[in-house]
């Protein structure tokens, strides 16, 4: 079914009144909407991985604050980046999005915007996101390369395993590697080790997601882990933010991370446990509230590492 464009249009599961159906102009809107400008949390869970990283960096140094330049770098760079990405699922995932209660409405799907200028669309973004990309260092250009081939292959991966959410979460938290190099120049252990918590956060906060569409998923043959775990998803997903968990200790560890660090850590294992405790996998509006909350406990641990790399420069 082909959607005609209207004034206000709103994709599905995007907060009523948001800023794109508000303030961009009519002709942007589409664009705005293929790279998920109308909901901002996929680029927060992008860029917070290289703000830790940045920010572990500076506290393994004792160099106080990131450079804000790095910040903005990255920062630029997962708008960019996100919504390329975005624009590259949604073109793979097209026939598949126009079965999905959720999907159906999106750009491409909805007939709003033509492959062809998707594809245009999603080329210029990467140029944009390569541009940001040249200002680092060539360990850290060479690595960021190298998260192309999780991000080419994720959206496959639906098709032929319930386990998609561990591609989204090796594409995800690349920039837990990236934040470190770009300030150091090498790749240690505690970027690591950064990393496999970062991507045990996104088995948890992608699977809680992927519940939204379970009954959608299921006939159309999608695959996910929200179907492979079902009513034992509250006992996965304790393992996996117990993983992410342990994953920020090893890391703040081999650093040798002070108080503000750890306290923060408590802060946001007390906001994992908030989740799986008011979690409710028959409602897709709590499902989609909690997922979005990820961002909340990014920023605990962003702010935590943060302000140790402040403290332990002192």
């Not at 793979?92 to 594809?119: K, Q, W, Y």
């Not at 008011?278 to 406990?297: M, V, W």
Request: hydrophobic share 55%; glycine share 8%; net charge positive.
């Amino acid at each position: 079914m082909t959607v005609k464009p209207e004034a206000g249009y709103q994709v599905a599961d995007t907060v009523a009144k948001n800023w794109v159906n508000r303030l961009a102009p009519q002709w942007a809107r589409p664009y705005c909407q293929l790279s998920r400008l109308d909901r901002p949390i996929g680029i927060w869970l992008l860029l917070i991985p290289c703000w830790w990283s940045l920010g572990l960096a500076q506290m393994a140094t004792r160099g106080g604050l990131p450079d804000p330049w790095l910040l903005m770098l990255f920062a630029v760079g997962a708008v960019a980046m996100r919504g390329a990405g975005c624009t590259y699922n949604d073109i793979i995932d097209r026939n598949l999005d126009a079965h999905v209660a959720r999907t159906r409405s999106r750009p491409i799907p909805s007939g709003r915007v033509s492959v062809c200028r998707s594809i245009a669309f999603m080329i210029t973004l990467s140029l944009i996101g390569l541009i940001v990309l040249v200002q680092f260092n060539r360990l850290t250009i060479a690595l960021a390369l190298g998260s192309l081939i999780p991000v080419a292959i994720y959206p496959f991966m639906k098709r032929i395993t319930h386990w998609p959410q561990i591609f989204l979460g090796l594409t995800f938290n690349w920039g837990a590697l990236l934040g470190w190099t770009a300030v150091l120049g090498r790749l240690d252990w505690p970027a690591v080790a950064l990393y496999a918590a970062g991507v045990a956060w996104t088995l948890g906060y992608d699977t809680i997601y992927a519940f939204q569409d379970r009954e959608d998923d299921a006939i159309v043959g999608i695959k996910s882990t929200a179907l492979r775990f079902g009513a034992n998803a509250r006992v996965w997903l304790t393992i996996f933010y117990t993983a992410a968990i342990i994953g920020f200790a090893l890391a703040g560890a081999m650093v040798e991370a002070g108080v503000i660090f750890w306290l923060g850590l408590g802060v946001g294992s007390a906001h994992m446990a908030w989740q799986l405790l008011t979690l409710d996998t028959g409602e897709p509006e709590r499902c989609l509230a909690l997922f979005r909350s990820n961002r909340d406990f990014g920023l605990i641990m962003a702010v935590a590492v943060m302000l140790e790399a402040l403290r332990a420069s002192l």
